[in-house]
Every structure is written in C-alpha cells, then in structure tokens.
C-alpha cells in the first residue's frame, strides 16, 4: 500500500478539520472575517479606476489617503479579533466607529459594502462571549456550588434547609471551602455589608 494513500490524506484533513473547528469556536471568528472583509472594499474602491474603451472612469476621493487608513485599521481589528479575542469589545466599537466614518470618507463606505460587512462585523464583535464550560452535574447553567445540594438531595440525603443551603465544608477532593465572593459582604460568611465601616 502506498505511503501517499487517500485514506491517510483524509484522516488528516479530518484532523486539521476539527483543530480548526475547536480553534474557530473559541474566539469570534466570524465577527473579525466579516470586519477584515468589510476593510478591503472601502481601501481598494478610492484607488480603483473602471476602463470602458478609451474612458477612464477614477472613482476616488480626496480623502483617498483617509480611505486607505480605515480600510487597514479595519483589516488589522479583524485580524486582531481572530488572535487577541480579549479585545473583542474594543476591536467591535472601533469597528463600528470606523464603518459609519467610512461613510462621509470613502465613497459612501465601499458603496455600502464595506460599511455593511464592518457593522455586522462589529456588532458580532461585541456580542460574542465566551461558552461557559459545563459542570460536572450536566446543567451548564448552574455552578458546582449551587448543583451539589441538588444532587445530594437526589441521592436521598435528608437534611434540614439551612444545611442544604449551607455549603460543604469541604469539597470531593478535601480541600476547605473557600468563598468565592472576595467582596467581603456574603451572607455565607455574616458580613452582609451592615456592620462594615465605611
């Protein structure tokens, strides 16, 4: 059997296939394609000129250097919401920012192309969240500490309803609870904020 054989070519692809799929899943992929695609319409049509025969139609602008500088700043916040997705808010409102300037400045933002692409683009930008992994307990919406006492009750554990709502004083792997509220003010620990000075 040959070393180059298509089943091996296709066990590869698959692979290369899903590694993209995981890495696009977590970042706003589609938001920074959307805003990197709207960049390149309203840079290039300033500086494009149709040829019909011996007419020579120019459709740029005076702003034709401003152009230029929207369309980079809007390929390079694409680029940046693939590889730096903290700044997914930012590269979002600038994107949005700089679309509805393209209007006045580049041939009406792409003729509307590009000004649609980066708007979209943005929006996607500044919806986009992260997933929220799933909790040992199956229901991704409820934490750790708030799905325990369910499943303790589930087992047929009978307890009282301050011990359920009391958290355990240790966790599965012996370690002491520590709170999660670093505000000082939980009801768990007392400090409900009405003794605090301040």
Same mark, same amino acid.
């Given at each position: 059997?040959?070393?180059?054989?298509?089943?091996?070519?296709?066990?590869?692809?698959?692979?290369?296939?899903?590694?993209?799929?995981?890495?696009?899943?977590?970042?706003?992929?589609?938001?920074?394609?959307?805003?990197?695609?709207?960049?390149?319409?309203?840079?290039?049509?300033?500086?494009?000129?149709?040829?019909?025969?011996?007419?020579?139609?120019?459709?740029?602008?005076?702003?034709?250097?401003?152009?230029?500088?929207?369309?980079?700043?809007?390929?390079?916040?694409?680029?940046?919401?693939?590889?730096?997705?903290?700044?997914?808010?930012?590269?979002?409102?600038?994107?949005?920012?700089?679309?509805?300037?393209?209007?006045?400045?580049?041939?009406?933002?792409?003729?509307?192309?590009?000004?649609?692409? =980066?708007?979209?683009? #943005? $929006?996607? /930008?500044? @919806?986009? *969240?992260?997933?929220? !992994?799933?909790?040992?307990?199956?229901?991704?919406?409820?934490?750790?500490?708030?799905?325990?006492?369910?499943? =303790?009750?589930?087992? #047929? $554990?009978? /307890?009282? @309803?301050? *011990?359920?709502?009391? !958290?355990?004083?240790?966790?599965?792997?012996?370690?002491?609870?520590?709170?999660?509220?670093?505000?000082?003010?939980?009801?768990?620990? #007392? $400090?409900?904020?009405?003794?605090? *000075?301040?």
């Amino acid at each position: 059997m040959n070393a180059e054989s298509p089943a091996q070519d296709e066990h590869y692809l698959r692979v290369f296939k899903r590694k993209f799929r995981d890495w696009r899943g977590a970042r706003p992929f589609w938001a920074g394609l959307l805003v990197l695609l709207g960049g390149v319409p309203i840079m290039y049509f300033p500086y494009y000129s149709l040829q019909i025969g011996h007419l020579t139609m120019a459709m740029s602008t005076t702003a034709g250097a401003g152009s230029l500088i929207i369309g980079v700043l809007l390929v390079v916040l694409g680029i940046s919401l693939w590889f730096q997705k903290h700044v997914r808010t930012f590269a979002g409102t600038a994107a949005i920012l700089l679309a509805l300037v393209s209007l006045p400045v580049s041939n009406f933002g792409g003729f509307l192309i590009g000004f649609l692409l =980066a708007m979209v683009g #943005g $929006a996607l /930008a500044i @919806a986009w *969240a992260p997933g929220v !992994p799933e909790s040992k307990y199956g229901d991704p919406a409820k934490p750790e500490s708030a799905a325990a006492p369910v499943a =303790a009750e589930a087992d #047929g $554990a009978d /307890a009282d @309803a301050d *011990a359920v709502a009391e !958290p355990s004083a240790s966790n599965e792997l012996n370690e002491p609870y520590e709170p999660n509220d670093l505000s000082g003010t939980s009801p768990v620990n #007392g $400090a409900n904020g009405r003794h605090s *000075a301040g």
